[in-house]
């Protein structure tokens, strides 16, 4: 069900008109609900009932610590990119040890900070950062918990910057050297294999290829247990779509219900065999929180052309990156949609000096100066990615939760934004 909804001509978070979230806390806002985010979540945890599995949510989508705290109480674990993610998970109540630190180049202080704070596994990308982490583990007299990032070579069918399992990309260790490298790491002493992982795109809408995915990780696993290496887990990855114009991304039950047979399947096929356990875990970002939130922002202007038509709005690619960055269509709505004017195509566009500022690109709307709207879908990656360019500060975040309005994150300040700055002493 859709948490942001028209009641009398008004569209609400939750029971809550934006009118109001936007007369109280200004504009541009994020507004999340709580319940479309519990509800995300569960989609996850009751398909994983009776499963040895871990939802670990891939916080660098949403990483507000409201965000972070309701998941934790959900028994979520995290997966994270940074330091700085980890000691959000910490300032957020939830737990290190359900932790896995993803990522290209995690450095020596990030992952001392991680190894001190036990974390679950490193899911390392890379045979370099194998022989760090062995040396790092060493000085502190730890064993440094891996899993090594497959590249399974499937195509996610996805947009370019956001498909992550194919040969030519940064990410990830190549499917066909896999198995030396796993080699390579069961001669390190200070390492402790316990997984594998893999995470091939997002905004997925067909799980066939997460699925071809899975097989090319369980062909791995049993070649590494003829080896003599067995593995505690097995790490999916994240990427499920979500629908922002028409799209009809696969039911998060179905994608889990078919990961669980596969399994299933597999280890009937191998009873007696050392693998008959293997946890599960998944890193869902996207489909956790992109529903679940809304940016809200104000018109300014409308700026009539001969080509196009400009609707001119106080939110902007720094607020909002993902229509600049990966060319995303976002729906826009009205907030109110009883409005007395005729509707006119528009480009929806920010106050920013570039021409990549735009955040929707011929749409119909109805609106006047002053008016407010809504870009949906707008709860992932859309705070995470912002930045102050043009001395902008950051939006207010607001959670909608249980018939209340929370200040989650005050709008940046000028005096913010300057603090960390000084100018030259003679
Ligand atoms: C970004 C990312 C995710 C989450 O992807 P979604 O498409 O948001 O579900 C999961 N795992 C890793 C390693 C990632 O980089």
Same mark, same amino acid.
């Given at each position: 069900?859709?948490?942001?909804?028209?009641?009398?001509?008004?569209?609400?978070?939750?029971?809550?008109?934006?009118?109001?979230?936007?007369?109280?806390?200004?504009?541009?806002t994020?507004?999340?609900?709580?319940?479309?985010?519990?509800?995300?979540?569960?989609?996850?945890?009751?398909?994983?009932? *009776?499963?040895?599995?871990?939802i670990?949510?891939?916080?660098?989508?949403?990483?507000?610590?409201?965000?972070?705290?309701?998941?934790?109480?959900?028994?979520?674990?995290?997966?994270?990119?940074?330091?700085?993610?980890?000691?959000?998970?910490?300032?957020?109540?939830?737990?290190?040890?359900?932790?896995?630190?993803?990522?290209?180049?995690?450095?020596?202080?990030?992952?001392?900070?991680?190894?001190?704070?036990?974390?679950?596994?490193?899911?390392?990308?890379?045979?370099?950062?194998?022989?760090?982490?062995?040396?790092?583990?060493?000085e502190?007299?730890?064993?440094?918990?891996?899993?090594?990032?497959?590249?399974?070579?499937?195509?996610?069918?996805?947009?370019?910057?956001?498909?992550? *399992?194919?040969?030519?990309?940064?990410?990830?260790?190549?499917?066909?050297?896999?198995l030396?490298?796993?080699?390579?790491?069961?001669?390190?002493?200070?390492?402790?294999?316990?997984?594998?992982?893999?995470?091939?795109?997002?905004?997925?809408?067909?799980?066939?290829?997460?699925?071809?995915?899975?097989?090319?990780?369980?062909?791995?696993?049993?070649q590494?247990?003829?080896?003599?290496?067995t593995?505690?887990?097995?790490?999916?990855?994240g990427?499920?779509?979500?629908?922002?114009?028409?799209?009809?991304?696969?039911?998060?039950?179905?994608?889990?219900?078919?990961?669980?047979?596969?399994?299933?399947?597999?280890?009937?096929?191998?009873?007696?065999?050392?693998?008959?356990?293997?946890?599960?875990?998944?890193?869902? *970002?996207?489909?956790?929180?992109?529903?679940?939130?809304?940016?809200?922002?104000?018109?300014?202007?409308?700026?009539?052309?001969?080509?196009?038509?400009?609707?001119?709005?106080?939110?902007?690619?720094?607020?909002?990156?993902?229509?600049?960055?990966?060319?995303?269509?976002?729906d826009?709505k009205?907030?109110?949609?009883?409005?007395?004017?005729?509707?006119?195509?528009?480009?929806?566009?920010?106050?920013?000096?570039?021409?990549?500022?735009?955040?929707?690109?011929?749409?119909?709307?109805?609106?006047?100066?002053?008016?407010?709207?809504?870009?949906?879908?707008?709860?992932?990656?859309?705070?995470?990615?912002?930045s102050?360019?043009?001395?902008?500060?950051?939006?207010?975040?607001?959670?909608?939760?249980?018939?209340?309005?929370?200040?989650?994150?005050?709008?940046?300040?000028?005096?913010?934004?300057?603090?960390?700055?000084?100018?030259?002493?003679?």
């Amino acid at each position: 069900m859709s948490f942001f909804s028209y009641q009398n001509g008004e569209l609400c978070a939750e029971n809550i008109p934006l009118s109001k979230i936007a007369a109280q806390f200004g504009t541009p806002t994020y507004v999340y609900s709580k319940a479309a985010l519990l509800e995300n979540f569960s989609a996850y945890a009751n398909a994983c009932q *009776g499963h040895d599995a871990l939802i670990c949510y891939a916080m660098k989508a949403n990483s507000n610590l409201a965000v972070l705290n309701l998941l934790a109480q959900q028994g979520a674990g995290f997966d994270l990119v940074s330091g700085g993610e980890l000691l959000r998970v910490i300032a957020a109540g939830g737990d290190p040890q359900k932790c896995l630190f993803s990522g290209v180049g995690k450095t020596r202080d990030e992952i001392r900070l991680a190894l001190s704070h036990n974390i679950l596994c490193f899911n390392v990308e890379s045979i370099a950062e194998l022989y760090s982490l062995n040396t790092i583990a060493g000085e502190m007299g730890k064993k440094a918990p891996i899993s090594l990032r497959v590249n399974p070579n499937v195509d996610a069918k996805t947009h370019p910057y956001i498909a992550t *399992g194919l040969k030519d990309n940064k990410f990830g260790i190549a499917f066909e050297d896999a198995l030396a490298t796993y080699q390579a790491a069961a001669q390190l002493p200070h390492l402790h294999i316990v997984g594998i992982d893999c995470h091939i795109g997002s905004q997925l809408l067909d799980d066939a290829p997460l699925l071809a995915a899975l097989d090319k990780l369980i062909e791995l696993i049993d070649q590494l247990a003829e080896q003599g290496i067995t593995l505690h887990h097995l790490d999916l990855g994240g990427g499920i779509g979500i629908t922002y114009a028409d799209e009809r991304p696969v039911a998060v039950a179905d994608y889990l219900g078919r990961v669980f047979a596969r399994i299933a399947s597999w280890r009937a096929s191998k009873s007696g065999s050392q693998h008959t356990s293997i946890k599960v875990i998944f890193e869902p *970002g996207r489909s956790i929180v992109g529903n679940a939130g809304v940016l809200l922002t104000k018109v300014e202007f409308l700026k009539p052309g001969a080509e196009k038509n400009f609707c001119i709005v106080d939110a902007a690619m720094n607020d909002l990156m993902r229509p600049a960055m990966y060319q995303a269509w976002m729906d826009v709505k009205a907030v109110n949609n009883a409005a007395a004017v005729e509707p006119s195509t528009y480009d929806v566009v920010g106050p920013i000096c570039e021409s990549g500022d735009w955040l929707a690109r011929n749409r119909a709307l109805a609106v006047q100066t002053g008016d407010l709207l809504a870009i949906m879908s707008a709860g992932a990656y859309g705070m995470t990615m912002a930045s102050n360019y043009n001395t902008r500060g950051r939006p207010a975040e607001v959670m909608v939760a249980d018939g209340h309005t929370h200040l989650i994150r005050q709008r940046e300040t000028i005096e913010s934004l300057f603090a960390l700055e000084s100018i030259l002493l003679k």
